[in-house]
T-cell receptor, first 114, second 112 residues
Framework: DTEVTQTPKHLVMGMTNKKSLKCEQH?????MYWYKQKAKKPPELMFV???????INESVPSRFSPECPNSSLLNLHLHALQPEDSALYLC?????????????FGDGTRLSIL | GNSVTQMEGPVTLSEEAFLTINCTYT??????LFWYVQYPGEGLQLLLK?????DKGSNKGFEATYRKETTSFHLEKGSVQVSDSAVYFC???????????FGTGTSLTVIP
């Protein structure tokens, strides 16, 4: 069982829809991450939150909007996505933002944009 | 700059065969090195890590040794099982801990 829970597992949406991806962890970790993973590729970092504040945005388009309501929750709000945004979206957490520490990943949300 | 170069796949082995997946790195200072595994339909899991030269990480029969002289962190397992079929990612974090790099991943299929 994964200690990082992501919902939904699958999402199909049109280009004009607004939806949100959710991530939750109860390990007391203070850093949380969003990654995008295309088929047969490694994950690409999108955002990093440290102590509930956005610390890294890897030049992600504004149609992706992250939110960290508290230390256990991380959301990714989606609006006006493009077909090329179809991918597996992974959430991860670690004790702090020091990347020498292991990251714990959820099983991801598989997103399809019609 | 920092980077990770990983053996191209896919790799197909028979059950009980010996596995090696090569990983080399470029980094300044003393990075930490990781192997993550991604089973079909799942997220990534940390398989093992090493934080300094000559450290050996091990887990579930897998091993990798941090070799500074050859800048390598090759993954090995003496006898693979069908359940080891997955994608394996070598990864590096910078000495300062503020940068992280995945390799391209190596797909392993083990056949009975």
């Amino acid at each position: 069982d994964t200690e990082v829970t992501q919902t939904p597992k699958h999402l199909v949406m049109g280009m004009t829809n607004k939806k949100s991806l959710k991530c939750e962890q109860h390990m007391g970790h203070r850093a949380m991450y969003w990654y995008k993973q295309k088929a047969k590729k490694p994950p690409e970092l999108m955002f990093v939150y440290s102590y509930e504040k956005l610390s890294i945005n890897e030049s992600v388009p504004s149609r992706f909007s992250p939110e960290c309501p508290n230390s256990s929750l991380l959301n990714l709000h989606l609006h006006a996505l493009q077909p090329e945004d179809s991918a597996l979206y992974l959430c991860a957490s670690s004790q702090t933002q020091n990347l020498n520490q292991p990251q714990h990943f959820g099983d991801g949300t598989r997103l399809s944009i019609l | 700059g920092n980077s990770v170069t990983q053996m191209e796949g896919p790799v197909t082995l028979s059950e009980e065969a010996f596995l090696t997946i090569n990983c080399t790195y470029t980094a300044t200072g003393y990075p930490s090195l990781f192997w993550y595994v991604q089973y079909p339909g799942e997220g990534l899991q940390l398989l093992l890590k090493a934080t300094k030269a000559d450290d050996k990480g091990s887990n579930k029969g897998f091993e990798a040794t941090y070799r500074k002289e050859t800048t390598s962190f090759h993954l090995e397992k003496g006898s693979v099982q069908v359940s080891d079929s997955a994608v394996y990612f070598c990864a590096l974090s910078s000495h300062s801990g503020n940068q992280f790099y995945f390799g391209t991943g190596t797909s392993l299929t083990v056949i009975p």
